[in-house]
């Protein structure tokens, strides 16, 4: 138990002795998608650039203190389990933390004509920051899958509530159905967050089939990457495939940039953004 943490503090602590030559290394490709990451990274830890942001945070976040109030209870019965958890629970454990929120509302923000696919609604509170950086964005779209219906209808109430943002769609169902239906019905995305379930063999699955459904160049996200030894292998394995042309590695989340299929010769860059 201890070990582990150890290992963890001290990758981290490497990471962030040699942040300022990975910075510079990134900005030597002179590639637009790594520079709109890089941007949004610096952003974020520096607090530049985003204080025309903070209303729409503060609002995102209103959203969260208000599901962190409710006490309903929520059946997981569609995902094969009689399990029921408040609201507020599942709200705690798997929302995604204001900062990493916040920084794939600022890859969507920088991107002229987003088409996003999340796996992984839950609540809707990643997807919140995502519909706002959409807003008033023409030729974008985001469709997002979940297989709870109480959350889907949790995520599309405050979706509603979101302005001028374009269509969306929250795909209802087990992935094992909806990801087929999704592959038939030739999307072309260009931004993906992939943090639906955190499964080794699922999460490399839905990274080769998705190379289908994408334009290019694309963005992947991957949620919890150091979160199981089955996600640490799964990210090795994605990370290793010959068409990605960058890989930004930022402990928690995972993002790899493609270019298009061919073979590359891939350049891999660490950054830390938070624990
Ligand atoms: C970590 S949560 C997503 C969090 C969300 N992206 C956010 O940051 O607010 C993962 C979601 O995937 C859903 N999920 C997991 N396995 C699934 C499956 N096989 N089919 C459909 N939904 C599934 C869960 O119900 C859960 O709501």
Not at 47 to 71: A, M, P, Q, S
Not at 234 to 252: E, G, H, N, P
């Amino acid at each position: 138990m201890v070990f582990p943490k150890i290992k963890k503090h001290l990758s981290i602590l490497l990471i962030r002795l040699n942040q300022k030559t990975e910075l510079r290394r990134m900005s030597q490709e002179r590639n637009k998608n790594l520079d709109l990451v890089m941007e949004s990274f610096l952003d974020l830890k520096y607090g530049k650039n985003i204080e025309k942001y903070l209303e729409v945070f503060k609002k995102c976040e209103e959203y969260r203190t208000h599901l962190l109030h409710d006490n309903r209870f929520v059946s997981y019965k569609i995902a094969g389990s009689n399990k029921t958890q408040t609201v507020s629970e599942i709200c705690r454990k798997a929302s995604s933390k204001p900062i990493w929120a916040q920084f794939l509302f600022l890859i969507t923000k920088k991107i002229s004509s987003p088409n996003i696919l999340e796996i992984g609604t839950n609540l809707g509170v990643s997807g919140a920051y995502i519909l706002s950086a959409l807003r008033n964005k023409k030729n974008s779209t985001f469709i997002t899958m979940e297989g709870v219906s109480d959350f889907c209808s949790i995520a599309d109430n405050f979706f509603k509530s979101i302005d001028a943002c374009p269509e969306y769609e929250i795909r209802q169902g087990l992935y094992e159905q909806t990801f087929p239906i999704i592959l038939n019905e030739n999307h072309k995305f260009n931004l993906f967050f992939i943090d639906g379930n955190h499964d080794k063999n699922d999460t490399i699955n839905y990274f080769n089939l998705l190379k289908k459904t994408m334009q290019f160049p694309s963005i992947m996200v991957f949620d919890d990457i150091n979160w199981s030894v089955g996600m640490q292998q799964a990210w090795k394995i994605i990370t290793q495939d010959r068409s990605i042309s960058y890989v930004v590695d930022l402990y928690k989340l995972g993002v790899i940039i493609i270019d298009d299929l061919k073979p590359k010769k891939k350049s891999v860059f660490h950054l830390h953004l938070h624990y």
